[in-house]
């Protein structure tokens, strides 16, 4: 497969790398798995010491590492930035807490039984990734299964190839073990190729949900363990005594944010009806704001998709929504010409389960809302979904937030605040929208062998 580094902004290349070969690939196996035997045999503190080598070179360089995100993908610097400074938090989080996320648990029977559980390394792990966050999305992988002992290989998104090398450079300048971490420039046959290898014993996936199910397919197939982290039509509820300023300013990031390419981006705003007018002026007024322009521009406030490809995707979709009934209350669908691959942010209404794309997830700027009378009918459409990543509610009554959250289908929820990532707590949805957690202490122990001492 080609991978390129295309500038979404203006359609240039700026560079293509080759594809990995079969001889390339096993010798990364080799090493690989020569790291994973090494690790046994060396403490955790060693290689959290490496891994805050690592963290620093980030942080020491985030306009380096920043711009690749911003020329691939066409995240606007200013986000870049943002994320090279959340993948270094990430590495601290596991520098600071992996050894102790791996300690021993007892546990004791009834019968007076004593026995402990120990979480040990199992081998490589390959990681299948998107291009929507180019380096957080490896690290919550990479990071916690570095300290475990588990070696990860890399497979990224084709059109961020820089993204990709950049961080493989940046683990060889912190000194990191040859065979530690790997990127691969492979083709679908050889990614399941690796699959099938003894020496590989889990996949980590994030991405769509067909993406998922092919891979989950072949680990399921190879008995491989696997974790998947794939789409969302997540909710944004905003109940009538919320206090409107922070559910406005919080719906439109959870929904702008990286131009609307986030998984647990706020795609449906369910309103109840006595603040739903106001609401929708509101957000109204914060779209118009938005400026499209260069990413790399300091004052752009909207950056393009991040392909030709992704810009013709989400088209052919609005135009679906509204062939099936659903209609643009605000913002101009007409596709926008050029090289680069810009979007009109728009806001839809009346997108009703019989419409054909009622349950698709619209990976963009693209924004639906709806109306409710009472929290009956609120969830009843929060939970009409095959997905179930993430959502929030905003509520003046904090109490009564988290309990109607509660009843939200999700694997996480926010309160009146938009959704985000902390290294501290699990990440990870339900239903289609996949299963596994990443980060916290619960992403550690993904990939470990839990295994039970009687004693």
């Not at 020569?34 to 080598?53: D, G, N, V």
């Not at 690290?139 to 588990?150: K, T």
């Not at 993406?211 to 997540?234: C, Q, R, V, Y």
Request: some cysteine; charged content about 25%; hydrophobic content about 40%.
């Amino acid at each position: 497969m080609s991978y390129k580094a295309i500038n979404p902004y203006n359609g240039e290349l700026i560079r293509e790398f080759a594809e990995t070969s079969n001889e390339e690939l096993e010798a990364a196996l080799k090493k690989a798995d020569a790291f994973y035997r090494q690790a046994k045999t060396e403490p955790i503190s060693k290689r959290a010491e490496l891994l805050a080598k690592l963290a620093n070179e980030f942080t020491n360089n985030i306009d380096k590492y920043a711009r690749f995100m911003t020329t691939n993908m066409g995240k606007r610097i200013s986000e870049a930035r943002g994320e090279v400074e959340k993948n270094a938090a990430f590495a601290n989080y596991y520098v600071n807490n992996g050894e102790k996320n791996l300690k021993n648990q007892t546990y004791k029977s009834v019968a007076g039984k004593k026995a402990h559980t120990e979480f040990n390394s199992i081998g490589t792990i390959l990681a299948v990734e998107p291009w929507n966050f180019p380096y957080t999305q490896i690290m919550r992988v990479f990071a916690p299964n570095f300290i475990l002992g588990n070696p990860v290989l890399l497979k990224h998104a084709s059109i961020v190839p820089e993204c990709a090398q950049a961080f493989e450079d940046a683990c060889k300048t912190a000194g990191l073990p040859e065979g530690a971490f790997k990127n691969l420039f492979i083709n679908y046959d050889q990614v399941n190729k690796v699959i099938a290898d003894d020496r590989v014993q889990g996949v980590a996936l994030t991405g769509s949900e067909k993406a998922g199910a092919i891979i989950a397919a072949e680990a399921g197939k190879n008995l491989k363990k696997s974790t998947m982290e794939l789409g969302g039509t997540d909710v944004c509820i905003v109940l009538n005594d919320a206090d409107l300023e922070t559910a406005v300013k919080g719906a439109v990031s959870a929904r702008l944010n990286n131009s609307g390419q986030v998984c647990t981006a706020a795609k449906r705003y369910i309103v109840q009806s006595r603040i739903y007018n106001k609401f929708l002026a509101g957000i109204i007024e914060e779209f118009k704001k938005k400026k499209l322009g260069d990413p790399l521009d300091e004052t752009t406030t909207l950056a393009p998709l991040s392909s030709k490809t992704a810009q013709k995707n989400l088209q052919e979709q609005v135009s679906k929504v509204i062939a099936g009934g659903s209609k643009v209350i605000w913002g101009d669908p007409t596709p926008v010409e050029g090289p680069g691959a810009f979007f009109n942010p728009l806001i839809i209404t009346g997108m009703s389960s019989a419409n054909p794309m009622y349950d698709t997830e619209l990976f963009g700027p693209v924004a639906q809302i709806y109306k409710a009378e009472t929290e009956e009918e609120i969830l009843k459409i929060a939970n009409h979904s095959q997905y179930g990543l993430g959502g929030a509610v905003y509520s003046s009554d904090p109490k009564h937030a988290q309990k109607l959250a509660t009843k939200v289908e999700t694997g996480q929820v926010a309160l009146n605040q938009p959704l985000s990532s902390n290294p501290e707590f699990p990440f990870g949805g339900v239903k289609r929208s996949g299963y596994g957690r990443e980060l916290s202490d619960l992403g550690i122990r993904e990939f470990a062998n839990i295994k039970t001492v009687l004693e």
